[in-house]
């Protein structure tokens, strides 16, 4: 209760929201399990390839890869 009472306080100015939004929480977690999927691959984790195109090609590529596994789940 105190806690709550210092955030109110804040208002917008900071502090962590008092509710807490179901269908928000769901979707942040989806984003964040997809960039640990992308980052699987270790030249996107690290991004060793220093040019845009490259590391964009790499994004693509497994997007793509991602992709149709989804098209396809192991049996």
């Known amino acids: ?3 709550q ?3 109110k306080k804040k208002g917008s100015k900071g502090g962590r929201p008092i ?4 269908r928000r929480y769901k979707q942040r ?3 964040e399990r997809c960039f ?3 980052k ?3 030249g996107l984790a690290t991004r ?9 090609a790499g994004l693509h590529l497994r ?10 789940p192991a049996t």
């Open 19 to 22: 509710s807490y939004d179901t």
């Open 63 to 72: 997007g793509s890869i991602m992709w149709l596994k989804a098209l396809n």
């Open 36 to 38: 640990q999927k992308i």
């Open 1 to 3: 209760a105190d806690q």
């Open 29 to 31: 977690n989806t984003v």
């Open 48 to 56: 060793y390839d220093k040019s845009p195109e490259s590391y964009e």
């Open 5 to 7: 009472a210092n955030r």
């Open 40 to 42: 699987t691959w270790r």
